[in-house]
């Protein structure tokens, strides 16, 4: 099993945009207004979890 | 699509860059991937008096409320107030961030620039290593749009800097994560800005209540990256509501959320291209404020472009004015404040609360963040001891 990737849950996510700002990896952009993970880019570092404000994006196997 | 300059975002930055290029002569296109210029809003929406200074916003449509200071409160409640103490002064205004970006493209379209909506730049055009444009979407439509100089006004997540190499990445420990409700039926003054720190309140950061009116307020939180859990921004917010009464009663009529750079600026000239605003880091990192500099930078990066448009050389030499430019106006007062930043995030509760109680009668000079660190060092020159020269260096 590998680590958890970033994803972002569409109907919390308020596109402030700090979890793209933070990325390592520039794994998350903005799409249709909603961030959005390119989950092949994404190290699983949770860096962008932890920063989310309203706890929209989680870890998924 | 041939312009001299294309600048990306509609932000304050952007369009007050694209302004001063366009009213240099130089044909100008904004390029906007959001349907509404300004919309949705991503700021707390407090500005100081400064920005009259500028002179770049006609009329007072973008005004929510005029406020006299700003009282800070430690964590035991203890109250620092800042404020003019003359009778009449200004300080600062809580504005609606929507129309005031309006305002400033309606100023940039004024001066000759041209704006189009719903269009990402989504990379940049090269020839011979050279950057000669930018590729866009519009809708689902792909074009080019070539241009002599590429202005990257796309905000605190830049992707623009990162296209030539720039590191634009911040660590979390440098960058704000917020959420603000904009309140109803509240009980507050109108007269102050009022800001709330301590770690329980709001880790690394401080909980804001900006008055827009006499009912309504801009209820946030700041809480630093590095601090941060997943959703503890919204859940500290909603417990700082909780136990204020006054605030408690009202309703939310707008929930947003935002963050911002506390960093130190980034380089922002790389061949022809340049970084403005939030994209280049321009914002006091005390404070998170970004507004007049956003301002400030826009203008001497949209002189500097203009000048280069006229004489036709895109080499970093000549557009490297605008960096010079910036390091001049407010690049001293940014590396300063950084510091403050890192010394302040160095203070437990105690010592926030020892710090307000010596200044709880203090009659400061101006309303500003440097008046308060000045107080500081004054009344404790060993515990701020790394600060004194900085402070010399900005009377300067």
């Known amino acids: 099993m590998g680590k958890p990737k970033a994803k972002v849950d569409e109907k919390k996510c308020l596109a402030c945009g700090g979890c793209i700002a933070v990325c390592p990896k520039d794994a998350v952009s903005m799409c249709g207004g909603r961030a959005f993970v390119i989950v092949e880019r994404c190290i699983s570092c949770a860096i962008c979890i932890r920063i989310c404000p309203v706890g929209a994006i989680s870890g998924e196997v | ?396």
């Open chain 2, 1 to 396: 699509m041939k312009y001299d300059v294309v600048v990306i975002g509609s932000g304050p930055a952007g369009s007050v860059t694209a302004r001063f290029a366009a009213e240099s002569g130089s044909k100008v296109l904004i390029v906007e991937r959001r349907a509404e210029v300004g919309v949705p809003v991503l700021c707390g929406e407090g500005i100081s008096q400064k920005v009259d200074d500028y002179d770049m916003l006609e009329g007072r449509r973008w005004i929510a409320n005029k406020v006299e200071g700003a009282r800070i409160y430690s964590p035991d409640g203890t109250m620092v107030k800042l404020s003019a103490e003359m009778a009449g002064e200004e300080t600062g205004y809580v504005v609606y961030r929507d129309i005031f970006d309006q305002e400033l493209a309606r100023s940039a379209a004024k001066a000759g620039a041209e704006i189009m909506m719903k269009t990402e730049a989504t990379g940049l055009l090269k020839e011979n290593g050279k950057i000669t444009g930018v590729k866009a979407m519009q809708f689902d439509e792909e074009f080019d749009i070539e241009a002599d100089v590429i202005v990257g006004a796309d905000g605190v997540e830049s992707k623009v800097g990162q296209w030539v190499g720039i590191d634009t990445t911040l660590k979390p420990h440098d960058l704000e994560t917020c959420v603000q409700y904009t309140l109803t039926n509240v009980e507050c003054n109108v007269k102050y800005c009022d800001f709330y720190l301590g770690k329980e309140v709001a880790p690394g950061g401080y909980v804001w209540v900006f008055p827009k009116g006499k009912d309504v307020a801009n209820v946030g939180i700041g809480v630093l990256g590095s601090l941060s859990e997943s959703g503890m921004a919204l859940k500290l917010l909603d417990k700082f509501i909780a136990g204020h009464p006054e605030l408690k009663k009202g309703e939310p009529v707008r929930l947003l959320a935002g963050a911002t750079p506390v960093a130190e600026p980034v380089e922002t000239v790389r061949d022809n291209l340049l970084l403005v605003g939030d994209a280049a880091r321009h914002v006091s990192p005390i404070t998170g404020g970004g507004l007049t500099t956003a301002l400030e930078g826009g203008k001497i990066a949209g002189e500097t472009i203009g000048m280069a448009v006229r004489e036709q050389k895109f080499d970093r030499e000549t557009l490297s004015a605008y960096e010079i430019g910036w390091k001049e106006a407010f690049g001293k007062k940014l590396r300063r404040n950084y510091i403050v930043k890192e010394i302040m995030l160095g203070f437990d509760d105690k010592t926030l609360n020892m710090l307000a109680d010596s200044l709880k009668d203090y009659k400061f000079e101006e309303f500003s963040t440097l008046s308060l660190v000045k107080a500081l060092v004054l009344k404790h020159p060993t515990l701020l001891m790394k600060l004194r020269p900085l402070v010399k260096i900005s009377e300067v």
